[in-house]
């Protein structure tokens, strides 16, 4: 009788499996970073949108505080909203600005 041979595999121990799960996980990870690497970063400060009849702009008031603008074009009337990042609240810092009590500059402009 012959006996059996020894068998040439070994199996496969847990920390050998952790480390070739973090291993693919690390490269995956690693693509990915090249890959949204060049994407463009967000910017808040200084932008605006349209939607119909409402505008909004944000602006950065102060150090700590980012302010915006909502605007109803049809109302003629407009919200500031500031978002201080110390306290991490939004307060309401204008309500109601009436858009045709502003000052529209052509009185600066004849000067």
């Known amino acids: 009788m012959r006996s059996a041979a020894p068998s ?33 970063t967000a910017q808040a400060s200084g932008q605006n949108d349209r939607a119909g009849d409402y505008l909004m702009l944000t602006h950065q008031i102060d150090q700590s505080v980012e302010g915006v603008l909502v605007i109803d074009a049809a109302a003629k009337m407009g919200i500031v909203y500031g978002y201080d990042y110390n306290r991490r609240s939004v307060q309401m810092l204008m309500p109601r600005v009436r858009l045709d009590k502003l000052p529209d500059g052509r009185e600066a402009r004849r000067k």
Do not use: E, H, Q
Request: aromatic share 6%; charged share 5%.
């Open 8 to 40: 040439a595999t070994t199996a496969l121990d847990g920390k050998s499996f952790a480390i070739g799960i973090l291993s693919v996980t690390a490269c995956v990870l690693f693509v990915g970073l090249i890959l949204m690497g060049n994407a463009p």
